[in-house]
DNA sequence: CAGTTGTTTTGAGCCATTCAAAACAACTGC
DNA sequence: GCAGTTGTTTTGAATGGCTCAAAACAACTG
């Protein structure tokens, strides 16, 4: 299911956005390239790997860097650390595990999502829709019924 | 605009709900009741008012408990402190301003909201759907603008 | 290859929130 | 009403996720 990110893809991308390639780098994007939605903690343990060494901070300064210039998109669910993904672009949405916080894509069926344009925006100039859904994930099904 | 919440409705609705009435949550109620959305923070500067002295741990106690038995609705946007509102019930989403992080609540254009039911939902099995929008308020707008 | 500028690292600090135990008060039954 | 029981509040401390700041360092420029 992992779409990995070549070296020089990454490279690329990163020159793109204007930010310097650095080793860091090239690691946080590959750690979170085609690896579904990944928090801080999580893309540091994948980076040791290959970055042995590499503090937590800089894992943190990263994603922030990657996130601010678009190459990474960020979801923070109630109650669980903020997290990224690499599938940007699209505006897809998520599914989050009430009970063990698993998260999942889910395509919008409606595609230009008519409820997504509120009725009264109390003056608001809107300009992005973010859909959550809450449940339980296929494991915590089983376990609850079990 | 405030719907200011009577003593005695108050006490029915902790006592509806299970919950010993006591002073702290009458005084958190009525704080929170039709005063839009509060945080932990805004709530216990309220609630101090009426109950001096009321130490700030009591007020995370009591939201808790009282969101717990469903008499309070709590919202985490990314980058806010959990925010709490008496309007419950009924499935109302928020716009957050991207600038000041001001909060509004949204009615849905579509009642069943249908691009609410995803298409593939990965094996969960939802039970909510939390819509925020994100945008300017109307004062960030005139700041940005002027 | 040296300079400049942006990055990483080191280290400390913060805030919203939670945990735990002790002091206390609301409800129960008598 | 009053005492007991149980749930609440209070006190105090601790946690986790994250940010801030300065110093060490490395990527790009010419």
Redesign the pocket.
């Known amino acids: 299911m992992a779409t990995a990110m070549h070296r020089d893809e990454a ?1 690329a991308h ?2 793109a956005a ?8 090239l690691a ?1 994007l590959e750690a979170v390239t085609g690896n579904g939605h990944l ?3 999580a893309v540091h343990a994948r980076v040791v790997e290959a ?1 042995p ?13 990657l996130h601010g ?1 678009g190459l990474l998109r960020r979801i ?1 669910p109630a ?5 990224y993904e690499s599938r940007i672009g699209d505006n897809h949405h998520h599914v989050v595990c009430t009970r063990c916080h698993a998260v999942a894509d889910v395509d919008c069926v409606v595609g230009e999502a008519p409820c997504l344009v509120p009725a009264a925006a109390s003056g608001f100039a809107i300009h992005t829709a973010e859909v959550t859904f809450w449940g339980l994930c296929a494991d915590c099904q089983r376990q609850a019924a079990g």
């Not at 109650?79 to 997290?83: C, E, I, L, V, Y």
């Open positions: 490279e990163l020159r204007g930010l310097k390639v650095t080793a860091p780098r946080v928090d801080a903690d970055l060494g590499t503090p937590l901070q800089s894992v943190y300064n990263v994603l922030g860097a210039a923070e109650g669980s650390a903020a997290m």
